[in-house]
């Protein structure tokens, strides 16, 4: 398969992920910054999204204890951003709410390592003709 080939079923696989996460219940989606919020934005996804940026783990999970809804935890694929994704996985899960993962994991498999964080999706798939 060629190179060019690839890289369209992967921007193809990412729309996709983003379609299916717009179908799924209505969610809270986690980001690290501002910069993420509107890439996602961007992208189309329909879902609230809450940065995390110069927030404590707690106060992050009384802002979603607030809001009441399923998380999509969708953190920078860093160092920094897998840590904090685990930490709030285990703290969100310790007070019942219903924490997804798939979207990130998803995405990371997806890039191979090329996007070290979500505000560097849209540099990745490109023009977004989908849109």
């Not at 060629?2 to 992920?17: A, V, Y």
């Not at 399923?70 to 953190?75: A, D």
Request: proline share 2%; charged share 35%.
């Amino acid at each position: 398969m060629g190179l060019k080939r690839l890289e369209c079923l992967k921007k193809l696989h990412i729309k996709n992920l983003i379609d299916k996460m717009n179908s799924v219940e209505p969610s809270l989606i986690l980001v690290e910054g501002v910069n993420d919020k509107r890439v996602l934005q961007l992208l189309g996804v329909k879902h609230a999204i809450m940065t995390c940026s110069g927030k404590s783990v707690h106060e992050i999970i009384d802002e979603v204890l607030e809001k009441g809804l399923p998380v999509i935890l969708l953190m920078d694929f860093d160092e920094k951003g897998i840590q904090l994704e685990k930490n709030l996985e285990k703290e969100l899960r310790d007070f019942k709410v219903k924490v997804d993962t798939f979207f990130w994991r998803e995405l990371q498999r997806v890039t191979l390592g090329k996007v070290r964080e979500v505000q560097d999706l849209l540099r990745y798939v490109g023009e977004i003709s989908w849109m």
